[in-house]
Nanobody, 126 residues
Framework: QVQLVESGGGLVQAGGSLRVSCAAS????????VGWFRQAPGKEREFVAL????????YYADSVKGRFTVSRDNAKNTVYLQMNSLRPEDTAVYYC???????????????????WGQGTQVTVSS
């Protein structure tokens, strides 16, 4: 089992920056990739970004490409999502998730992930 805990959400003005963190514990050696998803009220959970645990390759949704950066610190078992140039439409609960299965493609669907954090609220005011 892998446990994930997000932190770092909050309120920020449009154009500002925020960094959220995802601390992993448990069987972290089994993690293949960690993804970030977000869910706004009344909307489906959507993929934001991911990072592969060992190789460090990353993949982003088009809506955040060039504004968000995902990174990891394996020594701390922590993944970060740096969010710059934030927009009101980025407002959502942000979740980190992990999977320990191999996928030939980047995993961008929630059902591909085995473990989830509790989520952290990010609110961007206009």
């Amino acid at each position: 089992q892998v446990q994930l805990v997000e932190s770092g959400g909050g309120l920020v003005q449009a154009g500002g920056s925020l960094r959220v963190s995802c601390a992993a514990s448990g069987r972290t050696f089994s993690i293949y990739a960690v993804g970030w998803f977000r869910q706004a009220p009344g909307k489906e959970r959507e993929f934001v970004a991911l990072i592969r645990w060992r190789g460090g390759s990353t993949y982003y949704a088009d809506s955040v490409k060039g504004r968000f950066t995902v990174s990891r610190d394996n020594a701390k078992n922590t993944v970060y999502l740096q969010m710059n140039s934030l927009r009101p439409e980025d407002t959502a609960v942000y979740y980190c998730a992990a999977h320990d299965r191999y996928y030939s493609n980047y995993a961008t669907f929630p059902w591909e992930y085995d473990y989830w954090g509790q989520g952290t609220q990010v609110t961007v005011s206009s």
